[in-house]
């Protein structure tokens, strides 16, 4: 079993940056790809970006150049720097890993076994 701990969030104004955590433990050598997605109020789960084994990134159109996704391999943590933030990405931030490995961009959260208990990120105007 692995699991997955986020932290990172909080309250920042617009334009702000701000970087999240996502560290793993238990089984990580059983983690391949790993991604972020986030929730709005009122809103479906949706998907911000994913890293796979070779480390290849991929994003939504909606945090493309904003956003950056990175891996510690030797730590087992996943990064998401978030640069120029603006209201709407308000939202809880989950962390997701996929047990076996797959490249590509894995944007449905059906491709992902484990799943962090989200931290809330809050970008005032």
């Known amino acids: 079993q692995v699991q997955l701990v986020e932290s990172g969030g909080g309250l920042v104004q617009a334009g702000d940056s701000l970087r999240l955590s996502c560290a793993a433990s238990g089984r990580t050598r059983r983690t391949a790809a790993m991604a972020w997605f986030r929730q709005a109020p009122g809103k479906e789960r949706e998907f911000v970006t994913n890293?796979?084994?070779?480390?290849?990134?991929y994003y939504a159109d909606s945090v493309k150049g904003r956003f950056t996704i990175s891996k510690d391999n030797a730590k087992d943590i996943v990064y998401l720097q978030m640069n120029s933030l603006v209201p709407e990405d308000t939202a809880v931030y989950f962390c997701a890993a996929r047990r076996i490995s797959l490249y590509g961009s894995l944007s449905s959260e059906k491709d992902y076994d484990y799943w962090g208990q989200g931290t809330q990120v809050t970008v005032s105007s």
């Open positions: 890293i796979d084994d070779r480390g290849y990134t």
